[in-house]
């Protein structure tokens, strides 16, 4: 997607270097960190610097690529194979990591340019996938639509265009016009900071809302659909995304209001039979108790916003039932939830 007018993917690979955008800083600086070995690509995972199902699988696949470059000739299995290990520990819940690592892996027993090129397919697919999502997801999209989102699923989400904004992207492109109620998402604010700057950047028309404003916009016929992304897919349907996701399919369905989600087909684990086998990441209380934003003095600023001493939890994702989900649209079309569903659509 552009940015100042040039042409950026949020994270790739040249060379044995992997670059990526600093997400923790946007939208108050843009810049570009540039990566030598897979434990730095595990840190930039953990410590959020690149978030996002998609971003993360193809910064992990890059990573797994990156030890196949770095293990010594005598003892690259074993290297390898904890170094896969570090990068699968990163974070537990986005699919598209494990989907990566694993495929990489593979090909790297082959050699290690062969893990290079795996890697690089992955993130050209991802790239792929979320533009036929767009195009697919379009068509739901009437003239003049009022759309909530909730985190970020755009092309910061993804290696470029995303899910969930994607859509948006291509209906805007078509000359239609939509609108956009951007969730604030605490509390790491992904609406507030990343969702809002893109929209921004690319011209299209929205507003944030406090979280938990989204029942009363919907109570007042204000949204038309919702469209979010997703970390992880049941086999059943069942969707993990960020905290605050299940609410607004809750709501939605009292309204009777459209609830789509959107993701690949890579974010889809027939491992999992139900949401219930999906791990929920825990995050820190810090990320509660304090917010960060730019001073004065330009600098970051880190201030206490809760009662000093006071606890707090953090799951940093829920999981909607496929019964409160309209449909799922992936780069192959889109379909009802249910296990059938989608194990068919997964043979397209
Ligand atoms: O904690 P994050 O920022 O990695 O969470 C991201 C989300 O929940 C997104 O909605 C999800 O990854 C889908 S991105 C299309």
Redesign the pocket.
Known sequence: MKVDGRNYRTVWMEGSTVFLIEQNLLPFKFSILELNTYQECCQAITS?TV??????GATAGFAMALAFLEAPSGNLLPFVTKARAEIDAT?P??RNLFYSTERVFNAGLISREAAVEEAHRIADKDALDSRMIGEIGNVLIPDGARIET?????WL??VDY???LSPVYVAHEHGKNVFVYVDETRP?S?GARLTAWELKNAGIPHVIIADNAGAHLMSQGKIDLII????RIAVNGDTA??IG?LEKAIAAKEYNISFYI??PTS?IDINCKTGNDIII?E?SAEEILYQEGPGEDGKSHKILVCSPGSAAFNP??DVTPGRFITGIITEKGMIKPGKENIINHLKL
Do not use: S, V, Y
């Not at 978030?51 to 993360?56: D, E, K, L, T, V």
């Open positions: 959020m978030r996002g199902a998609g971003a993360i974070r819940t986005a909730h985190c970020n699923a755009g989400a993804f995303g899910t969930a790491r992904q979010t992304g997703a970390d995304n960020k996701t959107a993701a974010t990441e995050r940093a994702f």
